[in-house]
Nanobody
Framework: QVQLEESGGGLVQAGGSLRLSCAASGGTFSSYAMGWFRQASGKEREFVAGVISNDSTKRYADSVKGRFTISRDNAKSALYLQMSSLKPEDTALYYC???????????????????WGQGTQVTVSS
């Protein structure tokens, strides 16, 4: 059983930055692909960014490319999302998720992720 806990969310002005963290426990973090998803009020959960187990390959949604950076520290069983140039449309509940299938490329499909955290709220004011 893998447990994931997000932190680092908050209220920020447009143009600002935030760094989200996800602490993992209960499994072999270094063998999982990991992803960040978000869900805005009234919308479906969407892929934000993903990284495979050895941190060599990353993938981003077009809406965040160039503004967000995903990274991981396998020694600390931690996943991060550095968000900059934030926009009001980035407001959402952000989730980290673990994909136990070994892949060469991070999956953008939420159906491929086996474990989820509870989420951390990010609110960007205009």
């Amino acid at each position: 059983q893998v447990q994931l806990e997000e932190s680092g969310g908050g209220l920020v002005q447009a143009g600002g930055s935030l760094r989200l963290s996800c602490a993992a426990s209960g499994g072999t973090f270094s063998s999982y692909a990991m992803g960040w998803f978000r869900q805005a009020s009234g919308k479906e959960r969407e892929f934000v960014a993903g990284v495979i187990s050895n941190d060599s390959t990353k993938r981003y949604a077009d809406s965040v490319k160039g503004r967000f950076t995903i990274s991981r520290d396998n020694a600390k069983s931690a996943l991060y999302l550095q968000m900059s140039s934030l926009k009001p449309e980035d407001t959402a509940l952000y989730y980290c998720a673990a994909d136990l299938t070994r892949r060469l490329w991070p999956s953008p499909s939420r159906n491929d992720y086996n474990y989820w955290g509870q989420g951390t709220q990010v609110t960007v004011s205009s």
